[in-house]
């Protein structure tokens, strides 16, 4: 059987490694085995936190939504509710923003919300 020789795509994996691990503390920025092994598990984690990522920020825009609803005497569910009977189509993402930058604006949608609820 013949020898394999792989030139250098040894060192260039290593490297690739290492330079992954770069700013890591203590030995798992300078080893390769407790590199690869920190590198592994950090890529792990941003891959499930890139999904936890979008599970947050959707609770936080209910939370703003919810609060801003209840300044003006009214439940997120009934907000919710009223938006969808009224046909608005505005995501909870842009709806929290309203809230949060433009009250006068925010207002008008409970207003509708409430309208098309007593209808």
């Given amino acids: ?3 394999v020789t792989r030139g250098n795509r040894r060192l260039l994996r290593r490297k690739k490694i290492l330079k992954q691990a770069k700013g890591y503390r203590g030995t798992k ?3 390769h085995r407790s590199a690869k092994e920190q590198v592994m598990r950090s890529l792990a984690y941003a ?19 919810g609060a801003a609803a209840r300044q003006h005497d009214f439940s997120y ?7 969808k009977q009224a046909g608005v189509d505005l995501d909870r993402k842009v709806i929290a923003d309203l809230a949060v930058r433009d009250p006068q604006a925010f207002e008008r949608l ?3 919300a409430r309208e098309a609820i007593d209808r």
């Fill in 77 to 83: 569910s009934k907000l919710t509710f009223g938006l």
């Fill in 47 to 65: 891959y499930r936190d890139r999904r936890q990522k979008k599970r947050n920020f959707r609770r936080l825009w209910i939370i703003r939504i």
């Fill in 110 to 112: 409970v207003q509708t």
């Fill in 29 to 31: 920025s300078k080893l």
């Fill in 1 to 3: 059987m013949a020898r």
